[in-house]
């Protein structure tokens, strides 16, 4: 059993940063970001495999957002850069036994932290 709890969000002007974090309480292969704004479905932004060395991103977030782990720590950050009010939405962290952008590959989930981008 894993669980995952999200902390650093908040409001932000566009353009500005922000780093998400992401503590887990087991062990965690996999590691996602997923966002959700309201009236939308979940959708995939970022993933991380288990040694930190594979990654993959949404397309509209390459180059600004990083996402990394710290296994010492067993917590996962994405870095939040260039924000733009489309970035708006609740973020969630989830885990997986690989890499992936599919939602429903992911076995736990977190409780969600808010992030709001201002035009």
């Known amino acids: 059993q894993v669980q995952l709890v999200e902390s650093g969000g908040g409001l932000v002007q566009a353009g500005g940063s922000l780093r998400l974090s992401c503590a887990a309480s087991g062990r965690t292969n996999a590691m996602g970001w997923f966002r959700q704004a309201p009236g939308k479905e979940r959708e995939f932004v970022a993933a991380?495999?288990?040694?930190?060395?594979?990654?993959y991103y949404l397309d509209s977030v390459k180059g600004r957002f990083t996402i990394s782990r710290d296994n010492a720590k067993n917590t996962v950050y994405l870095q939040m850069n260039s924000l733009k009010p489309e970035d708006t939405a609740v973020y969630y962290c989830?885990?997986?036994?690989?890499?992936?952008?599919?939602?429903?590959?992911?076995?736990?989930w977190g409780q969600g932290t808010q992030v709001t981008v201002s035009s």
């Open positions: 991380v495999s288990r040694s930190g060395a594979i990654t």
């Open positions: 989830a885990e997986g036994p690989a890499v992936s952008r599919l939602k429903n590959e992911y076995r736990y």
